[in-house]
């Protein structure tokens, strides 16, 4: 075994100065929460040198000579007991004993308890908190610097209280209880302190287990979510949370983390939405982006900028200007997953093109064909670019999301492009024109088909079109009249699909 002066690394001495460095020396190596064995022995052989300074002649001389007083000895029955060591009302009866001692003895013993607690590697920091509480440990009431220290650093590590409730861990071995104390203590440690470390001690393997511990859960899934480690044991856990707590935003928002994590696609937009509606932060705006990516990665330079639209609205945001919306659009542009289409968006006005530039724009060109997301880009680019988009594409896109037909990601896009457009008076006007003439080629449609419905189809083939269309047949009616008829309406209604369709293209 070392002696005190192998530990510390000196020769014997009875300079108490020498001493001190030396100890002081080692004890960043040694700290009291990543190393409290190795602390354990510095600090025994720290004190041993300096009783040996004042009586070098009895060296052997132990701190075992003498009777331990009665109050140490009970603090140390507590501290081994299995179940006693986490119940709270064990500790207050220990209190309760203590204050029956007169106030020079219970001053007399307030540190040697204190060395007590702080050797003890597993023990109920909310418990302790108790004692520390009554025995008023203070730094500044210790004269040796690097003890105080030490105190200081101790009665920080008690505030921050227990990581779960030690007593969910009762109906297990000591040796389990000690390992999960250990290993959960050491994350919440390494989370405060050190979390580039973070996910290298999650991963670290061991005999512990997760108590059944609500406190706990709720900081696995506040400490997966941070890694971006999905699990569907912690999407439970945020259930739950939200539905205790349904006005929480912090129960929402990991809800809709980990469902993201997990995987989840178009089932999540709602939900996503919604929060990013109800509280509007950088945290919703990272998760409205990320899913945007994942899923339609074509909307997302167009996301972005709705996105930065309601972040910067009291700053008079400039699309396409911002710093965050450059650097997104490059790093979606060098991700490989935008189509020709977006790419074409981005390159546009990555490169500053100038509002006149836009008739030699690659997305004013014929070859693409007529969708809404065409119609997003080219009013979004004639946006940035202060081309004054008054068009058909603008107006088609106006009149899908004022007749509900906007798709999920066209809503939010198309609400930020009118609120950077100033509607007049003759816009409006040339809108409603638009829906009108919309309108009327629907009906010349429909007229069209339905006179080139007036051939009878055989009943058989009628039946099975009715049964695809889920329509039920009215019961004793001629297949040459009733079937008839029904085939009339259903020809009507593609006929008026189809007129659409055409007469966006042609637009």
Known sequence: MNTCWE???????????????????????????SDPQGFKQLRQAYEEAQRWTQSPIEEAVTEDAGEEHERVTALRALLASEVERFKPSSWLKFIQQLNQYSMDEVDKLRW????????????????????????????????????????????????????????????????????????FFELAHIWRLYPEHFGEALQVHGAWVIPDDQQLHRKLLCWFSAQQW?????????????????????????????????????????????????????????????????????????VVMAVEARCMADA?????????????????????TLSPLGRSFVESLLYKRKAMAWADSRLSTKGEPETPLLDLYRTAEQVVLEAFPKNKPFFRLLIRLEEGQSGP?????????????????????DKKELAEELKQAADKAAKKLSSELKVEAPPREAKKLL???????????AASGGAMKIIKIVGLIALIVCALNRFFHFF
């Open 467 to 477: 049964s695809e269309l889920k329509v039920e047949t009215p019961p004793r009616q």
């Open 230 to 302: 999905g699990m569907t044991e912690l999407v439970d856990v945020a259930r739950c949370w939200q539905a205790a707590k349904q006005d929480s935003e912090d129960a929402h928002y990991y809800l809709c983390k980990q469902r993201l994590l997990c995987g989840e696609g178009e089932s999540l937009w709602g939900d996503l939405y919604a929060f990013w509606q109800r509280y509007p932060s950088t945290q919703a705006d990272d998760l409205l982006l990320s899913w945007c990516r994942q899923r339609h990665p074509d909307y997302f330079p167009l």
């Open 409 to 429: 990601l066209e809503t939010p896009i198309t609400q930020m492009l009118l609120s950077r457009i100033d509607m007049k008076p003759g816009d409006i006007r």
């Open 7 to 33: 530990t510390l690394g000196i020769e014997p001495t009875t300079d108490l100065e020498h001493i001190r460095q030396a100890y002081l020396a080692l004890l960043p190596s040694f700290h009291p929460e």
């Open 316 to 336: 008079e945001y400039v699309p396409g200007k911002s710093a965050r919306t450059r650097l997104l659009w490059a790093d979606i542009m060098h991700s490989g």
């Open 112 to 183: 040697s308890l204190c060395d007590i607690a702080m050797e003890t590697e597993t023990i109920s920091l909310s418990c302790l908190s108790l004692l520390a509480q009554r025995l008023n440990w203070q730094p500044q009431d210790v004269d040796d610097e690097a003890r105080a220290e030490e105190i200081e650093d101790f009665l920080d590590t008690i505030q921050q209280g227990d990581v779960f409730d030690l007593l969910s861990m009762t109906e297990l071995p000591v040796a389990v209880q000690d390992q999960t104390f250990a290993y």
